[in-house]
């Protein structure tokens, strides 16, 4: 079974894996009752969590069976419930690229923002645009999300160029990437092209490039201020763990 849903995971493609979740949901939480790890996006226990990932990224025991959160939605959750004033600010425009499942619905119901999605071919988005060129006007938001996009586009510079435009002055954004932090500089090579060569070298068929420990540098060069939320100053060992929160990973706030 197993290798059954690690197959699936890596193989199907992203839309089709969307509408596959909603009747996981329903069967995962129950193989997994325990209290041992906790999600607090969704504030339910269980005895472990699923894995993910590629082969050469995978990962144990990050997967929430419930809301399907992965350590980077936990991680970003608990800096805007407990570090922003994102859910009691109200009339904030919100972008949001490439929504996130386990955020969707939250967003969307919250009364105290306009919320926006986009995304190239995500059935979770409003619209549908290339990243390259957003077609919205300047300084329109207030708070910009674009997780786990940047590592798949051409030129990752031009998209952090147009999400910083579309940003109001005084506004915020949280831009979640694979980094790899054995690495000073962000790795690319276009001659790469195959699947098996991507994962090889980005963590995932579909990646174009990994980011290395000079990420923030890119942020700032389109144009951002960057201001690191290190969890470890927040929270303690006995929280992350629960949590299943990588300790690798530094949550940088963007802002203009």
């Known amino acids: 079974m197993k290798k059954i849903y690690k197959y699936l995971l890596n193989k199907l493609p992203r839309p089709l894996l969307i ?18 790890v906790e999600c607090p996006v969704c504030e339910k226990k269980f005895s472990k969590f699923l894995s993910y990932g590629s082969d050469i990224a995978h990962r144990e025991n990050v997967l929430c069976p419930h809301d399907l959160t992965l350590e980077r939605h936990r991680l970003m959750w608990l800096y805007l419930k407990g570090h922003s004033d994102f859910f009691t600010k109200k009339g904030s425009e919100v972008l949001h690229i490439a929504p996130e499942q386990c955020f969707y619905k939250r ?21 549908h645009f290339d990243l390259h060129e957003i077609p919205l006007e300047d300084n329109r938001f207030d708070i910009v999300f674009c997780n786990h996009v940047l590592e798949h586009v051409d030129d990752a510079m031009q998209c952090m ?24 500089e962000t790795y690319e090579d276009p001659s790469i092209t195959s699947e098996e060569d991507r994962e090889k070298h980005f963590w995932q068929k579909d990646h174009v490039r ?16 960057v201001t ?3 969890k470890e100053d927040n929270y303690d060992k006995e929280t992350l763990d629960r949590y299943r929160l ?10 203009k």
């Open 210 to 225: 990994l980011f290395g420990k000079d990420y923030p540098q890119w942020l700032e060069k389109a144009g951002f201020t």
């Open 19 to 36: 509408r596959l979740s909603y009747p996981f949901k329903l069967i995962a939480p129950l193989l997994y009752k325990g209290n041992k």
């Open 228 to 230: 690191p939320f290190i």
């Open 161 to 184: 160029k147009e999400l910083h435009r579309v940003m109001k002055p005084g506004g915020f954004g949280i831009m979640q990437v694979p980094q790899d932090f054995t690495r000073e």
């Open 107 to 127: 967003f969307r119901a919250q009364e105290n923002i306009k919320y926006l999605t986009g995304d190239l071919v995500s059935p979770l988005a409003d619209i």
């Open 246 to 255: 990588d300790p690798k990973e530094i949550l940088y706030i963007v802002s």
